[in-house]
């Protein structure tokens, strides 16, 4: 007979998270061999790793949505730290066979304004890109409110826009204020607040709606969006370390000890997702059943999970994604 304490134990071990498939115009019907995932309806662009209808797949809580699991128990997920009950990060992985809309996302006072809980800060990290891959991060200097608006106007925007060329390996930050778009080409993890506000500045001349007076609000001329350097120490590689999110690349070899994956700085215990950049991995400890981390796979590990280690089933590339409280700094 499992006792209350085993049970309690295991309700709060590493789990898996279902992804969820999220249809947009602008991708594609086969994501192959990325996802086994192939439609003939609308094209699929975006995965859900960890949206708030995102479903638990392994462990007690299966079935069961992460936001409602955030609701019941917000502590053991997050810690005592944590600022707010709610999931604070959504990761995804973004698919554009298109140009996506030229947009702007609010930081939190401008989302609070307009009756949302937090704006939107985000990252992009390549883990994958074709050869001339383009995202546009921020404005060139000089340009201004009065040219940004006469080039949604008449047409000329993307004149106005910051390229920056992606490779495979990049981390792209961008900060809530800065007009951005994603383009063709490149396969990008996003890890952003938890919060999927997008003010469509410009389209392209495609017919959909766009929120000019809003993203005009929202814009910043000046941002601190663009291309971050890693920063290499002994056991891991810090992608991006900003006011919402700690991301980093941490080596397998054999297995490790999930302690171990903790970094210098940290204060006490509290959420992490394990991302499968490549390759496969399982999770395993006393008192819960082993948990695999397929290619594209997620696992959060809560704050008041049990010990476990991480084991290398095979090339396993590990992206580790933390929620950092704001005060922090890129």
Same mark, same amino acid.
């Given at each position: 007979?499992?006792s209350?304490?085993q049970?309690?134990?295991?309700?709060f071990?590493?789990f898996r998270i279902?992804p969820?498939?999220?249809?947009?115009v602008?991708?594609f019907?086969?994501?192959?061999?990325?996802?086994?995932?192939v439609?003939?309806g609308e094209p699929?662009?975006e995965?859900?790793?960890?949206?708030?209808?995102?479903?638990?797949a392994t462990?007690?809580?299966?079935g069961?949505a992460?936001a409602?699991?955030?609701?019941e128990a917000?502590?053991?997920?997050?810690?005592?730290a944590?600022?707010?009950p709610?999931?604070?990060l959504?990761?995804?992985v973004?698919?554009?066979?298109?140009k996506?809309?030229?947009q702007?996302?609010?930081?939190d006072?401008?989302?609070?304004k307009?009756?949302q809980?937090?704006?939107?800060?985000?990252?992009?990290?390549? !883990?994958? @890109?074709?050869p &001339? *891959?383009?995202?546009?991060? $921020?404005?060139k200097p000089?340009?201004?409110l009065?040219?940004?608006?006469?080039?949604?106007?008449?047409?000329?925007?993307?004149?106005?826009l910051n390229?920056?060329g992606?490779?495979t390996?990049?981390?792209?930050?961008?900060?809530?204020?800065?007009?951005?778009a994603?383009?063709?080409?490149?396969i990008l993890l996003?890890t952003?607040?938890n919060?999927?506000?997008t003010?469509?500045m410009?389209?392209?001349?495609?017919?959909?709606e766009?929120?000019?007076?809003?993203?005009l609000e929202?814009?910043r001329?000046?941002?601190?969006?663009?291309k971050?350097l890693?920063?290499?120490?002994e056991?891991r590689?810090i992608l991006?370390?900003?006011?919402?999110f700690?991301i980093?690349?941490i080596?397998?070899?054999?297995?490790?000890?999930g302690?171990s994956?903790?970094g210098a700085?940290?204060s006490g215990?509290g959420?992490?997702y !394990?991302f @499968?950049?490549? &390759? *496969?991995?399982?999770?395993? $400890?006393p008192g819960?059943?082993?948990?695999d981390?397929?290619?594209r796979?997620?696992?959060?590990v809560?704050?008041?999970?049990?010990t476990f280690?991480?084991e290398?089933q095979?090339?396993?590339?590990?992206?580790?994604?933390?929620p950092n409280?704001?005060?922090?700094?890129v």
């Open positions: 007979m499992i209350t304490g049970a309690e134990l295991a309700r071990a590493p279902e969820r498939f999220v249809n947009r602008w991708g019907q086969d994501l192959r061999p990325w996802y086994d995932c439609t003939n699929i662009a995965v859900w790793l960890t949206g708030d209808e995102c479903l638990v462990g007690p809580n299966t069961k992460l409602a699991l955030f609701h917000s502590q053991a997920l997050l810690g005592a944590a600022p707010s709610e999931s604070p959504l990761l995804k973004i698919f554009a066979r298109e996506l809309s030229v702007v996302h609010p930081d006072k401008l989302a609070q307009y009756g809980p937090r704006g939107k800060t985000e990252c992009w990290y390549a !883990l994958a @890109a074709e &001339g *891959a383009q995202v546009a991060a $921020g404005l000089g340009v201004t009065d040219q940004i608006d006469k080039g949604i106007r008449d047409g000329t925007l993307e004149q106005s390229l920056v992606v490779e390996g990049d981390m792209i930050f961008v900060d809530a204020g800065t007009v951005h994603i383009w063709p080409g490149s996003e952003q607040q919060c999927d506000i003010y469509r410009y389209d392209y001349g495609r017919p959909r766009l929120h000019v007076d809003k993203s929202a814009t001329l000046t941002t601190r969006a663009g971050v890693p920063k290499s120490l056991d590689t991006l370390d900003a006011e919402y700690r980093e690349r080596p397998i070899t054999g297995s490790r000890a302690s994956l903790t700085g940290e215990p959420l992490a !394990l @499968a950049a490549a &390759g *496969a991995g399982k999770i395993s $400890g819960f059943e082993p948990v981390l397929p290619p796979g997620v696992v959060a809560p704050a008041a999970s049990p280690l991480v290398d095979g090339a396993l590339d590990l992206i580790r994604i933390k409280w704001p005060g922090k700094s």
